[in-house]
Every structure is written in C-alpha cells, then in structure tokens.
C-alpha cells in the first residue's frame, strides 16, 4: 500500500463512484479501479462494495478511509514542517555565508565598535 494508493481509495470513497473520482484524480478508470484491487489484494480483504449506483466502502473500508484520511493529512502537515524548515535554513545559511556577516550572522557594520584611546590618553 502506498499514499498514492491512499489518495485513490480516499478519493473514491468521498465520490461514491468510481468514474467520478477518476475524472477528479484525472486517471483512468481502470488504472483506479486496478489500485483498488491491489489494496484490496494486499490486505486481503474486500474494502468497497460495489453496485450499479456507486460504490460504498465495506466495514474494513470504512476503517481504512478514516485513517487514510488522517495518513494523508499527517503527510501534508509534514511537507509542509519540511518545507518550513529548508526555507529557514536558506535564509540562514544567506546570512552565514554572506562576506560581511561575523560567526553568529550579524552584519560586521551593525556591530557596535570599540574605541582606541588616543595614546596617552586613559
């Protein structure tokens, strides 16, 4: 099983029909209702029940669909946290290596300068 499979099964499940949720997912029918088998194969069991006005998800499917739901949503969340972070990095990584920052980032002309003392001068 994997998320694009998830993405299909959930897809197909909230459409109530299979020809609807291909023209949403923008594949073809069958190429859908092949991943569907293959869940179904894979866990050998039965996840829709299927008639001439749709499909409904069985007791299993239903159980797969409510987690399927929170798996894509968790996979989301953490494209997003990651995508978060890698900006946060390139924004740093732009002050450490920029020629005029010190060691912790900050620009050397912002830092405030100590003065010499004139010789003989305390």
Do not use: W
């Amino acid at each position: 099983m994997n998320l694009r499979q998830l993405k299909y099964f959930v897809s197909v499940v909230e459409a109530g029909n299979m020809t609807r949720a291909a023209e949403q997912l923008h594949v073809a029918q069958t190429a859908l209702g092949m991943q569907i088998r293959q869940m179904e194969e894979d866990l050998g069991v039965a996840l829709l029940t299927r008639h001439s006005r749709g499909v409904e998800p069985t007791k299993a499917g239903t159980i797969l669909h409510a987690r399927a739901v929170a798996v894509l949503k968790s996979v989301e969340e953490l494209r997003k946290e990651v995508a978060a972070a890698d900006r946060e990095d390139s924004e740093s990584d732009k002050t450490r290596h920029h020629p005029g920052a010190d060691a912790d980032g900050r620009s050397r002309s912002h830092r405030p300068c100590a003065r010499a003392s004139p010789a003989g001068v305390s």
